[in-house]
């Protein structure tokens, strides 16, 4: 498998920069390595890296199993998304998870500013326009990921 050392980081700071409630974007290879990050730091990107890729491991097991569709090797995962409802002065938080191409994660944190469906086709238009770049490595040569 090639891969494109591009730094993306840009693309992830435009979406995060025009779209209101956005609070970091992290691109993560789908074995939990972190590529490029938005709105946070490093140490808290390698972690949402490792957290999405962990998601994405879930999301393709069961119940997934039962529908044989979808429990295809290699089958992507459209959109997975969770959120937080406000608590108080606190506002309510969405965290979407996408795979726009093979060995490719992103993961979006937002607060209840932008809604869920905002919130996706965002990441969904993000993936279209940086997909010749989306592209990257197995953590190890030889090795096989459980989450692809």
Known sequence: MMTNNRDLTFFLDD???RT????A?????????????????????ERLAAYASSLRAT???????????VAQEGAPLDFLHSGTAPVGL???THTML?????????????????????LAQELSMLGKRIAQWWETAPRTHGATSLAG
């Open 59 to 69: 999301a393709m097991g069961p119940p997934c199993e039962a529908v044989p569709a």
């Open 98 to 118: 996408t795979q726009p191409a093979a060995g490719a994660l992103l993961l979006a944190v937002a607060d209840d500013r932008c809604t869920g469906p905002v």
């Open 25 to 45: 974007v992290v691109h993560a290879s789908t074995d939990g390595l972190h590529k490029h990050h938005s709105g946070v730091g490093t140490d808290a990107a």
């Open 15 to 17: 979406l995060r920069n």
């Open 90 to 92: 606190a506002p309510g």
């Open 20 to 23: 209101m409630g956005v609070t």
